[in-house]
Structures are given as C-alpha cells and as structure tokens.
C-alpha cells in the first residue's frame, strides 16, 4: 500500500486531476482551531489546555501526533521530549538520552518512540515558551501527556460538537523506525466513529505521500500544512513555493481537501506592520481547497509593531485586529494559541455583518 502512495506522491506534481468547485465558509464562520490547546495560558498539549480552548469557545482542537514505542499515539509538539516536559530531569531515564537524524536534521533528546505508554505516563509537561508565558510555566508539573484515546473521549464528552484536526509528526521517520502511522491513525479514528468526510475530524501532515496514503484508506478530510519555506521531507525535490502557485494548489487537490500555510504565505508580515495579501486564499479556494492558516499568537513578538501594546514581549497585543484583516481575505479557519482573540475578531463580523 505505501509504495502505491508514495509512486501517487510523486506524480502528483506533473499530472493533476480536475477539482470540485471551492467550498467557502465565509469570513464571519471561520472555523477557530485551539493550537495545541489555549497555548498563550496553559502548558500546550495537556487536556487542561484543551479543555480551557473548548471553553472558550474554540470549534476544533489541534493535537501534534506522535508514537510511543509501543504503538501509542500521545500528544507532543515533537517526539524529542525534552522541549515540553521533564524529561531531562528525571535520572531514570538518564541513558536514554540519544541523537538522531529527522528529517534531515540532527537532534539530541530524548524520543517518544523509545519510551513506552507506561513511562510518557510518568512524565510532567511543562511550557515550552516560558520566558514568554510565564502564567504557563507557573503550571509546570502539573499535568500529563495525554493519548490520543484520551482526547478523542474529551471532545466527545462535551454538550456541543468539538472537532479535532490532528497534525502527524514525521510519519516518513516514524515509519523508518517500525512506527508507520497512517493505517493505526485511520483504524483508532474509525473505532471512535470518525470515518467520513462529514465528521469533525481533519488529518494534518506537512508531508505529501502519507496524505495520499490516508486518501486511500479514509474519507476523513485531509489538510496539506504548507511552511513558509524549504520542503517536504518526503519529496525535497518538491518546494513549499512552488506547492502554493496554481499548479501546485491544482496538485493539492487531486489527495487534499485543505491548505494550511504558514500566516505569513497569506499576508506577509512586513517590517512594522501587515503587508500585502499574496493572492493564496482566491488561488487555493479556486481548486475547491479550504484555507486554514497558521498559527496566531497574541504576544507582542508575535505581532507587527502596529499591534504592540505596551508593556514588552509577555504582554497580549492587538491580536484580534491581525486575525480580523485575515478574516476579511476569505479564509475558512485558523489556528490560534488564544482563541479569546478570534472570538473577538469573528464577532466583530458578525456584528458588522448584521449592520
């Protein structure tokens, strides 16, 4: 089967498929995606975090997937641990520490896939940003490192639907390691009841093969990540640029239902302020993508100077006005770390809307 895919993957880029008229959403129905839970307030990737972004409002939450060494899918930003828990503290696991090529690059850690379930149970997360979010930090310590068992049972216990949009973490290295992820994501999805494309439920991957592998096995709706340079670490040979002009947005939607690019392919962040729109949103709406652009943060680094409020970089800037000039470009979605922002900008167009 993956060979099947990965041949699909590369051809993807030389032959495209005709598409389906775009699907729109509309700017005030934005779908607001919790990045990895309420990431501005609480350690990211808890169930806490994920339970405070539900709170506030947000449609989907956004785990990062990795694999235990025994199969387990657990929510980390990375599968190198240390970033994001206290791993590196705990003399147990002292001799675990290794360094490995991913993607390319090298990096020394501790990994996910060489712990099992009943160890990542033992470990704390802790904020990755701390001199940044230091409310966060002050929670370090305080919660576990949830299964992807354990989120899917958190949105389906709440009294309105919650979607999940699930990122895999290089599905190319986890196969390489025995932990191929495609066929295990799809089989613990459909046991939960998520099998079609009209569940709240979308697969992210900045990979291609692996998409077009989950296009064979599943309706779930798929979601092409698209960074703000360099590749795929599945096909190199296949640039981030080249995947958001026509032909490439064209390729997308022959395995995709979805874009989600980096912010700044949508609307550039200049110097001081935003600058000009780049034309994606229309570009990829035309080959029936929905776009879903990442990640909006509400810190003042993270922002134009424009949209500074006093105070330095632990302080909450404007970021619902970033999100409204967004908003007002056509996209179906966004992930933010603070989803009280887009809940303010989304609002404003409703109220604007009713005018």
Request: net charge negative; charged share 20%.
């Amino acid at each position: 089967m993956r060979w099947i895919c990965v041949a699909l993957a590369a051809l993807l880029f030389s032959a495209c498929a005709s598409t389906p008229p775009p699907t729109m959403t509309g700017a005030s129905q934005a779908l607001i995606i919790a990045h990895r839970g309420a990431s501005s307030e609480l350690p990211e990737h808890t169930l806490e975090a994920y339970q405070h972004a539900i709170n506030q409002g947000a449609d989907y939450i956004e785990p990062d997937l990795v694999m235990t060494r025994d199969g387990v899918f657990i929510a980390r930003h990375e599968n190198e641990l240390s970033g994001t828990t206290d791993v590196a503290d705990r003399a147990e696991f002292a001799d675990r520490r290794t360094t490995k090529t991913i993607d390319g690059r090298t990096v020394t850690g501790w990994f996910a896939e060489d712990f099992t379930l009943a160890e990542i149970r033992t470990l704390r997360a802790r904020e990755r940003l701390p001199e940044i979010r230091r409310d966060s930090a002050r929670h370090d310590g305080h919660y576990g490192v949830p299964t992807l068992a354990e989120i899917i049972a958190l949105v389906q216990r709440q009294d309105r639907t919650v979607g999940l949009i699930p990122e895999i973490k290089h599905p190319s290295y986890s196969a390489s390691v025995g932990l191929p992820m495609p066929e295990a994501l799809v089989r613990q999805f459909a046991e939960a009841g998520y099998d079609s494309a009209d569940d709240p439920v979308m697969i992210q991957s900045f990979e291609i093969a692996p998409l077009a592998e989950l296009g064979v096995l599943t309706d779930i709706r798929l979601v092409q990540l698209i960074a703000g340079r360099g590749s795929p670490a599945d096909a190199p040979e296949t640039s981030y640029a080249h995947m958001t002009s026509p032909a490439g947005l064209e390729a997308i939607a022959t395995y995709a239902d979805a874009i989600g690019p980096d912010k700044n392919l949508v609307l550039p962040r200049e110097a001081h302020s935003l600058g000009q729109p780049t034309g994606i949103v229309a570009r990829a709406q035309a080959q029936g993508l929905l776009v879903i652009p990442y990640t909006f943060r509400p810190e003042n680094p993270f922002l134009p100077d424009d949209l500074h409020i006093e105070g330095g970089e632990t302080v909450h800037g404007q970021a619902d006005r970033e999100i409204e000039a967004f908003l007002a470009l056509g996209i179906d979605g966004l992930f933010t770390d603070y989803v009280p922002a887009a809940m303010t900008a989304v609002q404003r167009l409703r109220a604007q809307a009713s005018e």
